[in-house]
């Protein structure tokens, strides 16, 4: 089962590297962010998240910022290992109780 | 593991046959969603289930149906099926509402031939 995309944009990184991953939501009263992982044949497995009243918050090697003002999040992973290769997506709550999921981005980390 | 389990993994079926995909919450999680996940669409939430009750739709086609049992397990039906409604379908579960931390199953992929 593999993930979504015929034509994912892809990050490609050395390992030891950090990588960023960004992404455009769309709707301006959302007010729960998160980031999700979906490795091949596994479903999205949730990564972090963020409410709209932060504009940063840190995880286990994993940083999200979110910019309200031009409704940009991004992940930042630091010294990306090879299992961190995966698909990346960015969700939003809506506030209609529904996440609205981004395209999604490939991340491939070289050894 | 994510705790959430969807059967059948697979499914291969024809254009026109009905087929029903079952997914089984994490334990204590009263909030079930369904995801659709296809190549050109990315991941498409199709409708929510919270204690028994639709709370949310999103793009679900009238040919698909869900619900949500007393014991919260959910199926999604699919009915009149065509070959673009091949795809992954995804089952996610959360302990209530809003959909805060959706844990998601494993999916079921869909052919149809």
């Known amino acids: 089962g593999e993930s979504v995309g015929l034509h994912l944009p892809t990050l490609s990184v050395q390992e030891g590297d950090n990588s960023i991953i960004n992404c455009a939501y769309s709707?301006?009263?959302?007010?729960?962010f998160i980031w999700y992982k979906q490795e091949s044949g596994k479903g999205p497995q949730f990564i972090i998240d963020i409410r709209s009243n932060m504009d940063k918050r840190q995880g286990q090697r994993v940083t999200v910022l979110l910019n309200k003002t031009v409704k940009h999040l991004s992940l930042q992973i630091a010294a990306t290992q090879p299992g961190d290769s995966a698909v990346y997506f960015c969700a939003e709550n809506t506030g209609f109780q529904k996440l609205v999921f981004g395209t999604g981005t490939r991340l491939l980390v070289s050894p | 593991d994510s705790g959430v389990t969807q059967t059948p993994k697979h499914l291969i079926t024809a254009t026109g046959q009905r087929v029903t995909l079952r997914c089984s919450p994490r334990?204590?999680?009263?909030?079930v969603y369904w995801y659709q996940q296809s190549l050109d669409q990315g991941l498409q939430f199709l409708i929510q289930y919270y204690n028994g009750e639709e709370r949310a739709k999103g793009n679900i086609l009238e040919r698909f149906s869900a619900q949500q049992f007393p014991d919260l397990h959910s199926e999604l039906n699919l009915s009149s099926l065509e070959l673009g409604d091949s795809a992954l379908y995804f089952c996610?579960?959360?302990?209530?509402?809003?959909?805060?931390?959706?844990?998601f199953g494993p999916g079921t992929r869909l052919t149809v031939t």
């Open positions: 709707n301006s009263a959302s007010d729960y």
């Open positions: 996610a579960s959360s302990e209530g509402l809003p959909s805060y931390e959706q844990y």
């Open positions: 334990s204590g999680d009263l909030s």
